[in-house]
């Protein structure tokens, strides 16, 4: 009996852990935390909160589509959705391979020239670190929207027509690398951990604001960063350029001049003033680079070419910085980007792609233990699918060859790895796709648009 009584009372113990460690979670998608626990005093020692909240992304997006569907509206749109968090996962990729190398610069700043010697233990160097990374964001965040080179690594996180909080994942692979600089000086006195602890709070907090199923937080929206004020952030409109670059806070943009609220009289226009019209993730990632040196190779004078670059991205010769605003488009409405795929085709799209997730998600769990060639030869496979996918999303004529050959290369490999029950499926599953799209390939199967 004693014995049953403390098997119960073990199970009850763990199930209410299990319960705090989820409230905990989700209260860190709203920026709500105990200071007092999570006081670090080395960089090594913050744990990767944005890893251990995938999940909560995924159920944040479930919510909020059904709550969408529930107003009447569409919802997240599978190829859109799929997208953004293809560029999430890019996003992922890259930051197994940089390894935290991002924050090394901003180690050593504080290491050897620090000013002040703030406790790490303290709840008051939490609260100022919170506030200083939120208001290096916000520096950061306008110079990503007025310095071309940066716009054309942020802009992949404004290339979606929607607006949901799948777009919060939606971000550039070289994201971190444009911004980290803004941050150093916060290395002059805030410990590395409470920067590198907030830096990720700042962007979970980030995530759920991406959303049009919130109308408004009430008298919050005067100090928050919310939904409305980040809607306008998102517009294509005239009246939404340039505006609401706060992460956590909007005080910022109203001390500084850039806050504009959102117009219930205009309906707002997502995506680029130019907007490209795929699916593809890596296209998506790299497009804009391209033109940036296009527009660097069309002027003659070095000081031209210089401001091609580094000025705003509507800049033109006889212009000021960011541009003439007569000149720029003021977006009214327009056709979103879309491609209806017959059913079958979305089945095996999401079965596919779950097949890549979860082979990401093992990466992610075992990337410290594996060789540096090892962690980027699967990153090139996960970036490689996603492509892929994104390729049968735009309904590309190279993507079933494509898909063919990254079919029959898995299944071969799979083959390789061991002979388990579960591998011998996989390889079934990899044959018999690739055979599909030969099929196709070969003319005696179709991709049919759906008639919507």
């Given at each position: ?67 969408l569907r529930l107003k009447g509206r569409k919802g997240i749109r599978l190829n859109d959705g799929i997208t953004s968090i293809s560029h999430g996962i890019i996003q ?15 180690t050593w700043i504080y290491t050897h020239y620090r000013i002040i010697e703030l406790p790490w233990d303290n709840i008051w160097t939490w609260y100022a670190a919170a ?268 993507a079933p060859m494509l898909e063919v050959l990254r079919c029959s290369a898995l299944a071969f490999l799979s083959r390789s790895i061991a002979t388990t029950p579960i ?30």
């Amino acid at each position: 009996m004693a014995d049953m009584t403390f098997a119960n009372v073990s199970r009850d113990s763990g199930l209410s852990e299990v319960m705090t460690n989820h409230l905990k979670g989700i209260g860190r998608m709203f920026y709500i935390h105990s200071p007092k626990e999570q006081l670090y005093q080395k960089p090594e020692d913050v744990p990767n909160f944005f890893r251990q909240s995938y999940p909560y992304f995924l159920i944040f997006m479930i919510i909020e589509h059904i709550v969408l569907r529930l107003k009447g509206r569409k919802g997240i749109r599978l190829n859109d959705g799929i997208t953004s968090i293809s560029h999430g996962i890019i996003q992922e990729c890259g930051r197994l391979i940089w390894r935290g190398a991002e924050s090394y610069l901003y180690t050593w700043i504080y290491t050897h020239y620090r000013i002040i010697e703030l406790p790490w233990d303290n709840i008051w160097t939490w609260y100022a670190a919170a506030l200083g990374v939120d208001f290096c964001y916000y520096w950061m965040h306008r110079a990503c929207h007025e310095v071309h080179i940066l716009w054309a690594q942020h802009q992949v996180h404004h290339t979606s027509e929607d607006f949901n909080m799948g777009v919060g994942i939606r971000q550039s692979v070289l994201q971190g690398w444009c911004g980290f600089i803004f941050y150093l000086p916060l290395a002059l006195a805030i410990p590395p951990a409470q920067f590198i602890m907030h830096h990720q709070f700042s962007y979970l907090y980030m995530f759920w604001i991406h959303t049009e199923a919130i109308k408004s937080l009430g008298p919050l929206e005067y100090i928050l960063n919310t939904p409305s004020h980040h809607r306008v952030h998102h517009g294509s409109n005239k009246y939404c350029l340039d505006v609401n670059y706060g992460g956590v806070l909007i005080i910022w943009d109203r001390l500084f001049g850039t806050f504009r609220p959102e117009n219930d009289k205009i309906e707002i226009v997502y995506g680029l003033i130019y907007n490209q019209p795929s699916f593809n993730p890596m296209y998506l990632q790299i497009f804009y680079t391209g033109y940036v040196i296009e527009k660097f190779r069309r002027f003659e004078t070095w000081g031209e070419k210089i401001k091609a670059v580094v000025w705003g991205p509507s800049w033109e010769p006889g212009t000021p910085r960011l541009g003439d605003d007569a000149m720029k488009l003021d977006i009214e409405a327009r056709e979103k980007y879309d491609v209806l795929l017959p059913g079958w085709c979305n089945f095996y799209i999401v079965l596919h792609y779950s097949v890549i997730l979860y082979g990401f998600f093992e990466l992610a769990s075992k990337y410290m233990g594996m060789t540096p060639l090892s962690v980027i030869i699967f990153v090139l496979y996960v970036i490689a699918s996603l492509t892929i996918i994104g390729m049968v999303l735009d309904n590309s004529k190279y993507a079933p060859m494509l898909e063919v050959l990254r079919c029959s290369a898995l299944a071969f490999l799979s083959r390789s790895i061991a002979t388990t029950p579960i591998i011998t499926a996989l390889q079934v599953f990899y044959v018999t796709s690739a055979m599909f799209w030969c099929l196709h390939t070969l003319k005696l199967l179709e991709i049919k648009k759906k008639v919507d």
